[in-house]
Every structure is written in C-alpha cells, then in structure tokens.
C-alpha cells in the first residue's frame, strides 16, 4: 500500500520561473493539502482540495494555485517564482472530514537562484 | 481558536536517558492532537493521535503521550532515547476545519 508519493524530489529554478509539482495520495484517501515549509521553520498551509476544487487556503498569493484530477492526484503551480519561495512543499492526505490524521509525502525541495 | 505552544525549541537528551518534549494546546472544545516527526530533509510521519479516548496514547518507536485536560498539556515522552530519535518533533492541533494548527517544533538532539 503505498503511502503519498511527490515529484520530483529536488528541483532548481531561476526567479520569475514558473514551476509544478505532482502529488499521489495515500491509497483510499480523497482529499490532498499542500504546506510549504522554509528552512528551520514549520509547515505552513497553503491550500486543501477535495473533489476537484480548492476548498481552504492559507495566507498566499494568487501566484500558488492547485489542481486535483478525477483519481485525486493534485498539483501544485507556482508562478513568478521569488527567492522567497525556496522551500520543501509538502502534499498530506487524508478522507475527507472527521480528525482522521493527515499523511505526508516526503516533499519536493525547491530552490530558487 | 486552537493553538500549539512547544515549550522548547531545543531538548538533548543522552543516548539511553528519558526523552519529554512539552506540548501546551488551547482548544474551546475537546480536542484531536497528534504529534509528527521529522528527520532531516525528509517528510513528516505520524508519532500517535490524541482522538479522546484513552487519555495515554502510545505510538510507534516507543513513544507515547499523555492528554491532560486540566493542564491542557499533551506531553510527548520515551523511556530510553537512542541515536536515531534524532528529529523535529512537531505537537499538532486540528482546529474547526479539520486544518493542522502547527507549534513551532522542537529539535531533539541525542549525545552518545
């Protein structure tokens, strides 16, 4: 049963890039958040989608948007990339309502130059 | 509004001693915790959950956490650390939304 898969695991990008990451749930779970995380610091939610459409965000700008496919897989964008933006993305999931905990992928670390 | 309070940033601990890293929530109803690790330049893993049944809640790798209600605490502990303990531990709450409310982390070090 494999748990939450991301792509890919490094990437290297120059400011004003535009970039995407991939996101495969836990086997059974519907629902995929994403959550930056900077160096030294803790996750930080970004958005949560759930049957196809974006139904949480966090504090972040228009240039973070997502998108979730019929077989609940998710991607994040991130468009005019800034040097603010180096960060391990986190992509968690889980089903959808109750305190069911969510399960985390490994991450994709970005660096921005 | 849920809130986490980690108490240390920082706990080392020797390799064979007692581990406790403090977690303090604030929650206006009856909460579920959970704690996560995080070992260097990996993802997080799920410890153990708090979902209010028994108030000790054991976890994997030998860690377990108790739920205080009076002292609104959800302290994470391990009798006897060992060398691969060494991580970020991060004392989760969900709030209304079922979002994580995260606290700050505490790195454990454990000196051989």
């Known amino acids: 049963d494999a748990g939450v898969t991301q792509s890919p695991t490094h990437l290297i990008k120059t400011r004003g890039q535009q970039v995407t990451l991939r996101c495969s749930p836990k086997s059974g779970h519907d629902t995929v958040s994403w959550y930056q995380q900077a160096l030294g610091q803790g996750p930080q939610f970004i958005f949560q989608?759930?049957?196809?459409?974006?139904?949480q965000r966090g504090n972040f700008p228009d240039r973070f948007s997502g998108h979730q496919f019929p077989n609940y897989s998710s991607e994040l964008n991130v468009n005019a990339l800034l040097l603010g933006d180096s960060a391990l993305y986190l992509c968690?999931?889980?089903?959808?309502?109750?305190?069911?905990?969510?399960?985390f992928g490994d991450g994709t670390r970005l660096s921005i130059l | 509004a849920q809130s986490v309070t980690q108490l240390d940033s920082h706990v080392s601990v020797s390799e064979g001693t007692p581990v406790l890293l403090r977690c303090n929530y604030s929650s206006s109803y009856s909460p579920s915790l959970f704690w996560y690790v995080q070992h260097p330049n990996k993802g997080l893993q799920l410890l153990l959950k708090?979902?209010?049944?028994a108030t000790l809640v054991k976890g994997i790798n030998g860690f377990e956490a108790e739920f205080k209600k009076s002292e609104t605490s959800f302290h994470l502990t391990k009798p006897s650390a060992h060398m691969s303990d060494a991580a970020e531990y991060f004392c989760?709450?969900?709030?209304?939304?079922?979002?994580?409310?995260w606290g700050a982390g505490t790195k454990l070090i454990i000196k051989p």
């Open positions: 968690a999931s889980r089903v959808f309502g109750g305190n069911q905990p969510q399960h």
């Open positions: 708090y979902t209010s049944a």
């Open positions: 989760v709450v969900i709030d209304s939304n079922y979002q994580l409310i």
């Open positions: 989608y759930y049957e196809e459409e974006e139904r």
